[in-house]
């Protein structure tokens, strides 16, 4: 067996490892309910059972990425694949630290989910091994990709914190004007959650089935027409404006793409990401549905009772030790350490690639969020949202930038 075979195996261990820690950690709560046991031991002991689970894990993804980086020969962050798992692996290792200190299993049930969502986003993209490109072979590398994205695993948990805080303290039977406001706040943060579980499902779906499509048209580079071929792997509802089918499989009786994406979506692959967006929305809207059905009320309001024993100020203090810990690493390596970086490999500090733009606009909303809390004394439900938006802020910050806007970043990629 291959140093990747080791690696790749035991990352699927851990992916399973966290989504059964993450049934536990429930099971600690929701299991009270059953027998005489007192439910403060029950919870201790079954939190210590999904804790235990969770290291487990945590040992199994550095096994993963201990072999990969032996194998590769250089740190295994540097396409989304690998960044986006060890930043799986991060969350995981915050949530560990913040275990520790606060002992509030109940952290778990939703820090959990928030790792293996970012790990199974990861295996969406390809996991061959790629040679390290030339601006990529430094140094730096190590200190300032592992650095921020430690920074951005804090800020992860977080917002897992701030998302219990809201979910424990909104009132869902409420009609209240402001209170109704918060209630559609929480639960489209719950569809967009949703919706990644969406885009995971689709594309593991259609690649699955073997699902193609290609489509051929014009582009302009560097001034010149070149013909371009753009290859779908789930199905076009929506085609490259502009170009023509060369082949598609049928799905369900669509045989043509049902319209072509707007005619400002520049660029060869603008047209296929807003197919890959559209599907991920339709998957979310239909377990959302399915979900309400279920449950027949709002899915905040079915989770809220889970958490009726936690003291929201807990939660508060943690959402913000979080965030206290993160800001620091993200200031460093996010921006001082990739400022170096930028020199050393472009001959400047600061260039204005969209990647730089949205980790300072992340360093701004952060710092933002640390003078209200500290400065204006936002505490609470405020402080809840700040985090919750500023998570928002960083995944746009983290993917959004590489896969739809064109920049020095962009290798970071499929």
Same mark, same amino acid.
């Given at each position: ?19 059964? /820690?993450?049934?536990?950690? !429930? ?11 007192? +439910? ?10 999904? &804790? ?12 993963? &990425? ?19 798992? &060890? ?37 969406? $993209? ?27 695993? &804090? =800020?992860? !948990? ?55 499509? #290609?489509?051929?048209? @014009? ?37 043509? +793409?049902?319209? @072509?994406? +707007?005619? %400002?979506? *520049?660029?060869? *692959?603008?047209?296929?990401?807003? *197919?890959?967006?559209? %599907?991920?929305?339709? $998957? ?13 009320? +709002? ?24 965030? /206290? ?8 390596? /996010?921006?001082?350490? #990739? ?5 050393? #490999? ?5 260039? %204005? ?5 949205? #980790? ?24 809840? %949202?700040?985090? !919750?938006?500023? =998570? ?23």
């Amino acid at each position: 067996m291959t140093l990747y075979n080791i690696s790749n195996t035991a990352l699927v261990i851990s992916l399973f490892s966290y989504i059964a /820690a993450f049934i536990v950690f !429930v099971i600690s709560y929701t299991g009270r309910r059953f027998g005489n046991r007192d +439910p403060q031991e029950q919870i201790r002991k079954w939190g210590t059972r999904a &804790f235990g689970i969770t290291v487990f894990g945590l040992a199994m993804q550095i096994i993963y &990425f201990v072999s990969r980086w032996i194998a590769n020969r250089f740190i295994p962050v540097s396409n989304l694949f690998e960044f986006m798992s &060890f930043l799986s692996m991060m969350v995981i290792v915050a949530f560990v630290i913040l275990y520790l200190i606060y002992r509030k299993p109940l952290l778990g049930a939703f820090a959990t989910p928030v790792g293996f969502i970012i790990l199974a986003y990861a295996m969406v $993209f390809p996991w061959e091994a790629q040679p390290l490109i030339p601006s990529l072979n430094s140094v730096w590398l190590y200190i300032h990709v592992t650095t921020a994205a430690t920074a951005e695993a &804090f =800020f992860a !948990v977080g917002f897992a914190g701030g998302l219990m805080y809201l979910l424990r303290v909104v009132k869902f039977q409420s009609a209240e004007k402001r209170d109704r406001k918060q209630q559609r706040g929480v639960e489209f943060t719950l569809f967009a959650v949703l919706c990644v579980f969406g885009f995971i499902f689709s594309t593991m779906l259609f690649r699955g089935i073997g699902y193609e499509a #290609a489509f051929a048209g @014009q582009e302009v580079v560097q001034g010149n027409v070149t013909e371009v071929t753009v290859e779908y792997t789930m199905p076009p509802i929506a085609a490259p404006h502009g170009y023509e089918t060369i082949s598609m499989d049928s799905f369900l009786g669509m045989n043509q +793409p049902l319209f @072509q994406a +707007p005619d %400002w979506m *520049n660029g060869v *692959n603008a047209g296929r990401k807003f *197919n890959t967006f559209l %599907w991920s929305l339709l $998957f979310g809207l239909v377990l959302y549905g399915l979900l309400r059905l279920i449950l027949r009320k +709002p899915i905040g309001a079915a989770i809220q009772p889970v958490l009726r024993d936690i003291d929201p100020e807990d939660l508060d203090e943690i959402t913000y030790r979080a965030i /206290a810990i993160g800001f620091p690493l993200f200031t460093l390596g /996010a921006l001082i350490f #990739a400022m170096i970086w930028a020199h050393i #490999a472009w001959n400047r500090f600061w260039g %204005w690639d969209p990647k730089e733009v949205w #980790a300072l606009i992340t360093w701004l909303f952060y710092s933002a969020y640390l003078h209200l809390r500290l400065g204006r004394g936002w505490l609470g439900l405020r402080s809840a %949202w700040l985090a !919750v938006i500023g =998570f928002v802020v960083v995944m746009f910050t983290l993917i959004g930038v590489n896969l739809i806007i064109a920049g020095l970043h962009s290798y970071a990629g499929v």
